[in-house]
């Protein structure tokens, strides 16, 4: 992982793993959706949408919480956690789907 000095450039390196996180989140995703009925389809697609309006805004206050640049890193590993933690949902559905 690269190294960076300061809030700003944490909240850099938070973004590289949260861009990781993300390509794994959305790879579980396609494979759960493959393996689903059509019914689990459109439902784990619902839910899915659902679970980025919660992330977006779950994630906002703490981008805003003080003020500070401290916030950035906050918000950045409140958006990389709950990324991180759908992919292994979706992960799991994946490997109990169909």
């Not at 950045?76 to 990324?83: D, E, H, I, P, Y």
């Given at each position: 992982m690269p190294r960076f000095g300061g809030a700003r450039?944490?909240?850099?390196?938070?973004?590289l793993e949260n861009d990781r996180q993300t390509a794994r989140m959305n790879?579980?995703?396609?494979?759960?959706?493959?393996?689903?009925?059509?019914?689990?389809?459109?439902?784990?697609r619902e839910g899915q949408e659902a679970w980025v309006k919660y992330r977006?805004?779950?994630?906002?206050?703490?981008?805003?919480?003080?003020?500070?640049?401290?916030?950035?890193?906050?918000g950045?590993?409140?958006?990389?956690?709950?990324?991180r933690d759908r992919a292994d949902a979706l992960e799991w559905f994946g490997k109990k789907g169909g």
């Open positions: 450039n944490c909240g850099r390196c938070d973004g790879k579980a995703f396609q494979l759960a959706f493959e393996s689903f009925s059509p019914g689990q389809q459109l439902t784990l977006e805004l779950g994630c906002q206050m703490h981008y805003t919480l003080t003020g500070g640049t401290m916030d950035l890193i906050n950045s590993g409140c958006a990389l956690s709950k990324t």
